[in-house]
């Protein structure tokens, strides 16, 4: 009578623990650290302000611009050559570490009132940009002084 019981429950077990193991390692896989965004922290972050004409040159020499305002406003109008990187957004910064790292990068966002571009140059500042230009003005100051504006998603 025990016998037919015993298999069973093996086989119960045997499911158990290889669900758990499967289980475990999609936890894992999911949420293992991005080792590109691993924070090295040297020196103090600084941010440089800047002002519209610094803007234009910095453009013009193709250098690394960071927009980071939602990605809605980005496609509604952007610097042109400017990445998307959204507050808070991980895999945006992982982009920017895979196509742009460099030592100096300009990051704008709407304008005074928006924090976003301060936040995102200290989150750059942390993944390797070691120079972060802020553009307090923003993309309105930018748009209405009839410089060059791009449209479409990131």
């Not at 936890?27 to 650290?33: Q, Y």
């Not at 302000?49 to 809605?72: L, N």
């Amino acid at each position: 009578m025990k016998r037919p019981l015993i298999q069973p429950l093996i086989l119960v077990a045997l499911a158990t623990v290889l669900g758990l193991l499967l289980n475990a390692t999609y936890v894992l896989e999911v949420f293992r650290p991005v080792p590109e965004l691993e924070v090295k922290v040297v020196g103090e972050y600084l941010p440089i302000p800047v002002e519209i004409a610094d803007v234009e040159a910095w453009w013009q020499e193709r250098g690394v611009i960071v927009d980071a305002r939602s990605e809605a406003a980005f496609a509604e109008g952007h610097v042109p050559t400017a990445h998307s990187v959204p507050r808070g957004d991980r895999r945006a910064l992982t982009k920017m570490v895979d196509c742009c790292l460099s030592d100096k990068v300009l990051v704008y966002c709407s304008g005074e009132q928006c924090d976003d571009s301060f936040i995102v140059g200290e989150e750059l500042f942390r993944i390797g940009f070691r120079q972060v230009m802020i553009y307090e003005a923003g993309f309105g100051e930018w748009q209405s002084s009839g410089r060059p504006v791009e449209r479409g998603a990131p």
